[in-house]
């Protein structure tokens, strides 16, 4: 049992953390998370679909005309600062003496790839009029060019990219002014996420950058209100103090600071779904605030997730149909059978082999269950090689098998068979949801109900140079929706442009023509 003294109490009521949950945490260390047992990788025609373009067209128009009525809420994760995306250029800027070695020799010296083709790219970067202009005649002095542009990139009284929030960094240049990722994310809600006239967009941010935020929302709306002929309400909320995890030492005792206090660590992007449950639409497209597009391929971005939402709404649809039946007099066998072979067929769930040998009210029971839950409609890409988690069914302590996204940290890469299905993967999870997280009466699910505890991670970590164990909670589209109805939908590798680092920003998907 852990002992906590009054300090202690008052910290976790300071961050509106339970006794039990911190108890819980502790219990989770020391069981452990078990591996996520794959049974097999999702390919198209066994839990991945594709749509011919007849299809696609089809659906498009189903949500075009079905959405009208509807509130549709555009959802981006996009706390933290862009530290990770700039790692390069701050090695860059620690390891390299402008007084002493031309660039070509550190070049040579190191092999740093990332920097090279940095520097060939220069002129190509969206911001690169902008910190030419800053740093004017200094950027000529022969030999120190490429370190003088990146210091005035990253220094703490310059322009400071490595601080900002990775969706106010300059993306996309227009020639007349260039757009951030929130920008780009107005505009492409208003090609498929508006009611009406107005497009409703909620970010999750960190609380350091909402002023920075507010005022790149003042600076960009009229003109993008008037290029797209729409208004927009745009809502920022933070990750909860509630739904940071205790950090423990390596005998699972809590992890203590210098002053004595208790150790509590974010709980990773799972903390969100404490965010969406809070939010109120009929469809509510997610979407990770680096997947933004040029132009060009705008159109292409909106009639994927037109697609997406088109499947909601006809799967949706007869959900309710059935949910509402089954709420009436459900007692016709055929009737019953033919709600299992919907739920089979459409979302991909999976039923016991007693089930057929229950009673009507059994079935009925495990019916209800099954349909009465919210749903999401995931794009997957083919897998080029990209990292991050991919479609599979996976079967659970309870031995029940399901469609889950599972990233490499849930497998067991000790097990060959386990890895031999991890790497027979098709494709991959490029965070495009489309979900809906209403019953058929229009009340909202409460989605804290279909988390899968277990499907959080352990991780190792250091503080002054003290070992401990951190917890992340079940990942937004992992184990936070393990319990939602899911299908899966191959959608274009054109609709995936994240931009992981710096040198993304040079791709042909990031360069307006």
């Known amino acids: 049992m852990i002992r906590l003294s009054e300090k202690d109490w008052e910290q976790l009521e300071n961050k509106g953390i339970t006794k039990e949950t911190v108890v819980g945490q502790i219990e989770t260390f020391k069981e452990g998370i078990p591996f996520v047992r794959l049974e097999k990788a999702a390919v198209i025609g066994d839990g991945i679909s594709k749509f011919s373009e007849d299809q696609q067209t089809r659906l498009v128009r189903y949500f075009e005309e079905n959405g009208k009525a509807l509130r549709l809420l555009k959802f981006v994760p996009a706390s933290g ?7 390069a250029l701050f090695n860059f800027l620690d390891t390299y003496d402008p007084d002493h070695e031309s660039l070509e020799d550190y070049l040579e010296r190191t092999k740093d790839i990332d920097l090279k083709k940095f520097s ?9 009029d902008l910190v030419r202009n800053r740093i004017a005649e200094k950027a000529n002095i022969k030999g120190k060019e490429i370190y003088v542009f990146v210091k005035e990139m ?22 007349e002014y260039v757009a951030t990722p929130f920008e780009e994310h107005l505009t492409e809600a208003a090609n498929y996420a508006k009611t009406g006239s107005t ?8 609380p350091q950058h909402e002023e920075m935020f507010n005022k790149e929302f003042s600076s960009v709306k009229e003109r993008v209100s008037v290029e797209t002929n729409t208004s927009f309400q745009v809502g920022y909320s933070y990750q909860k103090p509630s739904t ?3 950090a423990v030492d390596m005998e699972n005792n809590p992890f ?8 509590f660590r974010p709980g990773g992007h799972g903390a969100l779904i404490e965010n969406l449950n809070e939010q109120d639409a009929d469809i509510i497209f997610i979407k990770n605030i680096d997947n933004v597009v040029v132009p060009e391929v705008l159109e292409e971005v909106s009639d994927s997730k037109k697609t997406l939402a088109g499947v909601l709404l006809e799967v949706q649809q007869k959900a309710f149909e059935y949910a509402r039946f089954l709420d009436g ?19 991909n769930v999976r039923f016991s082999d007693n089930f057929s040998s229950l009673d009507t ?17 995931c794009g997957m890409v083919k897998n080029e090689g990209e990292p991050g988690g991919g479609p599979f069914w996976i079967r659970d302590r309870h031995d029940t098998v399901s469609l889950q996204i599972v990233e490499s940290a849930q497998v067991d890469m000790n097990d060959s068979g386990q890895v031999a299905i991890f790497r027979n993967s098709t494709h991959f999870n490029p965070v495009d949801l489309v979900c809906g997280i209403k019953d058929y009466r229009g009340a909202k699910y409460d989605l804290l109900n279909f988390i899968d505890p277990k499907q959080g991670f352990i991780t190792g970590k250091t503080k002054e140079g003290r070992e401990l164990k951190a917890l992340e909670l079940p990942g937004l589209w992992n184990g936070a929706m393990a319990f939602w109805n899911t299908i899966f939908v191959e959608v274009p590798l054109s609709t995936f442009n994240p931009v992981k680092t710096v040198n993304d920003l040079l791709k042909p998907s990031h360069q307006v023509s």
């Open 120 to 128: 060939e790219g220069l002129k190509d970067l969206p911001f690169y």
């Open 361 to 377: 009210t059994g079935q009925v029971r495990i019916l209800k269950d099954k349909v009465n839950r919210p749903i999401r409609v």
């Open 256 to 263: 203590r600071n210098t002053d004595g206090s208790l150790l």
């Open 81 to 87: 600062a862009a530290s990770r995306m700039f790692k």
């Open 199 to 206: 497009a409703n967009l909620h970010f999750t941010i960190s």
């Open 154 to 175: 990253m220094s703490e009284n310059t322009l400071n990219y490595g601080f900002y929030p990775k969706g106010l960094l300059p993306f996309h240049n227009y020639g």
């Open 329 to 347: 007099d459900p007692h016709e066998k055929e009737k019953l059978g033919e709600i299992k072979d919907f739920l089979t067929s459409r979302l």
């Open 244 to 246: 940071d995890t205790i």
